[in-house]
């Protein structure tokens, strides 16, 4: 059987994680993507069938570039991400730098690598996993929200231009979601009275919708998938 296969950037975070598990029991074969955490991506790869590790950092191109440029996949799924929150006059270089090189910078020279083979094979889907943030802006994120609202313009033109090559391209909102990247954020229990559902988000449900805009939803691209819970409307 020809089995379908997919790179998972950010794997080892807890939404990336649940991603790699989704693929893999939809019968995927899974590059898991790390940067760092190499114990972390291992034990994830452990529990999937068909999978294998690839390591690269978000913010180096050329790495990029040779870790990347043979590979063909069906299905990318832009995961990585970091947010470095601090008020805008109060915001350093470094820390606006690193959340743009990371969160934009690096998908699209992600991007940029992976789709050639995409193009020759007149098929393929891309995922790119935005954030709520770059829909209406979080006060102390200038530099993430603009990185994710960098995401979701990127996600719009290129279904424009990859559409002829029958390459999907669509992008995930998700709002407050239970995992690491909430455990530092002040009095968040309180958000959840934002929340029409009551409820913070889990990581399989993002998940789910990752593995329904990149395999399923054939005939959607350049759409933004709110999964918020009605947080934004």
């Known amino acids: 059987m020809d089995r379908k296969k997919v790179l998972v950037t950010g794997a080892t975070g807890s939404i990336g994680e649940a991603i790699v598990k ?3 029991k939809n019968d995927y074969f899974v590059y898991v993507h790390y940067n760092s955490n190499q114990e972390k991506a291992q034990n ?16 180096n191109k050329e790495d990029i570039k040779e870790k990347l440029a043979d590979l063909q996949i069906d299905v990318l799924i832009n995961n990585a991400g970091i947010i470095k929150d601090n008020l805008f006059f109060f915001m350093n270089d470094e820390e606006w730098e690193d959340v743009i090189n990371t969160n934009l910078s690096g998908p699209y020279q992600i991007i940029k690598t992976v789709v050639k083979n995409m193009m020759m094979q007149k098929s393929g889907s891309i995922v790119n996993v935005a954030s709520i943030s770059g829909l209406v802006g979080n006060s102390g994120q200038a530099n993430y929200s603009a990185s994710k609202g960098g995401i979701i313009a990127l996600t719009k033109t290129l279904s424009i231009e990859l559409g002829r090559y029958n390459i999907r391209v669509n992008a995930l909102a998700p709002g407050i979601i239970e995992s690491e990247m909430i455990e530092n954020i002040p009095n968040v229990k309180q958000m959840k009275k934002a929340i029409p559902l009551g409820r913070f988000g889990k990581t399989e449900e993002v998940a789910k919708c990752a593995y329904f805009m990149g395999h399923e939803a054939t005939y959607v691209s350049g759409e933004v998938l709110n999964i ?3 947080m934004v409307r």
């Open 228 to 230: 918020s819970g009605a």
């Open 22 to 24: 989704e693929y893999a």
């Open 44 to 59: 994830i790869l452990d529990q999937i069938e068909y999978g294998e590790l690839i390591t690269f950092d978000m913010q």
